[in-house]
């Protein structure tokens, strides 16, 4: 591939470009939380962001550089929705056609706001049919633009505003992160926070987080290349079943990852149950597996700085209710 | 009564001490609620202060004032369930004993959480009991001080401190609210926020929010003098059901307050609903009644600039499990 790694200077000015329509999103910090992991715990709540997720950021970043006569022939996306929400408020704010291919089995909340934010949906079979080539034939039909989910420069710079408003507002508050647990699908937001923390606090320790039945960038770097899922699906973080790392992705969180961090589907309901209880925030599986970590995974934060993303809210009332009622399993 | 009414140099001076201490919660800002209501809406997230709930703001204020030899004594408080927590919390971060009478009825998830926090609960049956009688008895056989719910000047300084923060936040933004929405039960938080926010903002409309069972400042505004409700409870919002609003906060509010809303449990019910859906935010139906009013009952915010505050998040998960499945009944 040709195309040239973003860098930092290309999430400033992605934050330049996303002023004044994104939300810049506020950084929680939770007395409870610090107690009971013994550090310094502050979560990007990526959750307020435009459609309750951080995939407005990217998706604003591409088609907002779309030239005229790209915009009016429309934008065209594959996502299970949250990156479908996003791309299709980007372009309902930017008054261009959208086209949306998901999955049958992306959760009705995500079809439901992606139709009514005026998206076009396009229902494919997961595992039977390819969604890359669905869209890659209707955007040539359309001679419209594909935006893909994560694997473009526009997209992770995007993705990465998220983590310069974390660099921003730890500076702010006299803080230097010992350690920053970002959710992984596609890789674009770690590929983009990586950036931006990477950059403000040299000495930081960048981890992914991701659901372990989809671990592919735990192992990826601990084998040095992209290594691949062996199924598609098989947790329910629906947000974070992309079969492999993105090439571009890769190429930027291999060299600024100490390591990948896998939670169980049962700790991920668990942290959803704890986040309702004692934080009051609503997070949907996918973005909750940073968080889970944390409680399950790293072990003591004594004296550490850390920060997890609460990358989105998305979720279908049924499994928010049944996570409700289930036992507390170990985050008690 | 001949108890000085606090002023706005209370609430600073309240501020001073909750530094450091109570969490300095976000003032939040939500696109699609802006878009929906047609003006600019900002909601104080006192979901996030310690305990889930503002009770935490000037429960601190009074206990951290306490002499050495009363603080040994300890302290002793009738709460539904919110001031409990922030009276336990308070004391438990001072180290100092406390007592709390709560009804037979209160929320399981508040009584745990009062318990978990070190307090020790006596409870009485709402409507048959006087928790007041049994509050004075246990604050006299113990030598106790006993700390109001909202009708005690430094209770309602400390709770304005969240007033404070509301204009300091829209300040920096370079804006004046039109409006403000303030859920009610004895009206502490009310007061307090209406000494701050009449003091920053001479022109703000400042209203309460009240379930219809029990409108009481509403009805209060009207006539002038203080209004008793038919009966304690008929709401689901059970924080918010004091049986007339304080002498003390009356003086404040009566004032201060242009009118009361009143909001049906249904209203309520399809608030957290859609703070669930669209916010990613977990209200309780007493916190909910302030965007419930604006959502139901305020009419076209057109050009103006809104707030309301959350004030507590601290929902029984059945209750809030049946309010998702609840059908959307006029707020979809």
Known sequence: MT????????????AARLAGV???????????????????????????????????RGA?????????????????????????????????????PATIVMPTDAPAIKQAATRALGAEVVLYQRGRESREAIAARLAAERGATLVPAFDDPQ???????????????????????????????????????????????????VYTAEPEACDDHRRSFISGRRERNAEEGGSICDALLSPMPGE?????TARRCRAGF??????????????FERLKLVLEPGGAVALAALLHRVGSLEGRVAVATLSGGNVDPELFAACLSAPAAGAG
């Not at 929680?28 to 979560?43: C, I, S």
């Not at 009016?72 to 309902?92: D, I, L, Y």
């Not at 596609?186 to 926070?193: D, S």
């Open 22 to 56: 994104a939300v810049r999103t506020p950084l929680l910090n939770f007395p409870w939380l610090d107690e009971r992991l013994g550090g310094r715990v502050f979560l990007k709540a990526e959750i307020f962001q435009r459609t309750g997720s951080f995939k407005f």
């Open 3 to 14: 195309v040239e790694l973003p860098d930092v200077a290309e999430v400033r000015a992605a």
């Open 155 to 205: 997209v992770i710079a995007g993705q990465g505003t998220a983590g310069l408003e974390i660099a921003e507002d730890l500076a702010a508050l006299g803080l230097a992160p010992d350690l920053a647990v970002i959710c992984a699908g596609g890789g674009g937001l770690t590929a983009g926070c990586a950036l931006a923390l990477c950059d403000a606090f040299p000495e930081v320790a």
């Open 262 to 275: 896998a939670v169980s589907d049962d700790e991920v309901r668990a942290t959803l149950r704890l986040a």
């Open 60 to 96: 604003w970043n591409r088609l907002v550089q779309l030239p005229a006569e790209a915009r009016a022939r429309g934008v065209v996306a594959f996502s299970s929705g949250n990156h479908a929400q996003g791309v299709a408020e980007a372009a309902r704010l930017l008054g261009l």
């Open 248 to 252: 571009l992705t890769f190429a930027i």
